[in-house]
């Protein structure tokens, strides 16, 4: 290799390098500015601010009290937790049975799974709302976690992973050595489809926290609802607090950013040692 060829690879890595830096702070940039804001009491400040002031305290006195935020985030984070878990053990054990057992039907169920996916959410709030007033599920938890955990795409994306994660030798394995289904699915299916229960948690925890128009309609009221209802109610006061909103905002994101770098650093783990050991 000549050195004007070594010469341009180095250039060529240094622009790669470069663009991937402004790349990054392209990316970055909306949620530092997220946090400067929500340290201001005036945002809308003409030249605009860029580093942190000394108001926090103060706008999360606003913001406690222009809405009951921590009741707001408990039940976000109550409702989005226990929707992630019921649906990751319900998409993993239907996953298991689409895609390690044939049985009568197995094609057309799997299809008309795959036809609701097909449905614009927004066409069935009217029957839904009706469904749940008839169970006296309104201004409960229930509308949120309970037909949640019936995901189409979790138990496509569940099948899909388990169909090839999975080894058909090893269940049989088991079978022979005594252990019943229960037992595969603890000891061998949500070990080995963790990669899947990661990514599919990761999207149905972000899904549930963002879910403005399910809670709007089945907990309407903003003292008893999760946070995106909330802070769209305090946003519409006339004596709102813009920093106390800025900072309820940032406050609401932080959780999504937790679990999605969480998780993405164990996905990118999971797939790099299974990559090395096959």
């Not at 996953?95 to 299809?111: A, H, Q, R, V």
């Not at 409960?140 to 992973?161: D, E, R």
């Not at 609802?225 to 309820?248: C, E, F, I, K």
Request: proline share 5%; glycine share 8%; with cysteine.
């Amino acid at each position: 290799m000549t050195k004007k060829t070594n010469w341009r690879l180095l250039v060529g890595k240094i622009f790669l390098y470069l663009l991937m830096f402004l790349a990054a702070i392209a990316f970055a940039f909306p949620f530092y500015y997220m946090f400067v804001l929500s340290s201001w009491q005036n945002i809308f400040s003409n030249p605009p601010r860029f580093w942190f002031g000394t108001d926090v305290a103060h706008n999360f006195k606003a913001l406690t009290t222009q809405i009951p935020f921590l009741v707001n985030f408990f039940n976000s984070f109550g409702i989005a937790t226990l929707g992630t878990i019921g649906t990751v053990i319900v998409a993993t054990v239907c996953g298991y049975g689409f895609s390690k057992f044939d049985f009568k039907g197995k094609n057309i169920l799997m299809t008309f799974v795959l036809s609701t996916m097909m449905i614009p959410p927004f066409l069935n709030i009217i029957p839904f709302f009706q469904m749940m007033k008839t169970f006296k599920w309104l201004n409960t938890w229930l509308p949120l976690v309970i037909p949640a955990m019936g995901s189409a795409y979790g138990v496509f994306l569940m099948t899909q992973f388990l169909k090839n994660s999975v080894p058909e030798s090893l269940i049989d394995a088991a079978r022979i050595d005594g252990l019943n289904e229960i037992g595969i699915l603890a000891n061998i299916v949500f070990p080995l489809g963790k990669n899947g229960i990661a990514v599919l948690g990761t999207i149905t925890f972000v899904n549930s926290w963002n879910n403005f128009m399910g809670a709007l309609v089945m907990l309407p009221n903003y003292k008893k609802s999760t946070l995106p209802v909330a802070l769209s109610t305090m946003m519409q006061r006339s004596d709102t607090s813009w920093g106390g909103l800025m900072l309820g905002t940032l406050l609401s994101v932080m959780p999504l950013l937790i679990v999605i770098i969480f998780f993405s650093k164990q996905i990118i783990g999971n797939l790099t040692a299974g990559s090395v050991k096959g």
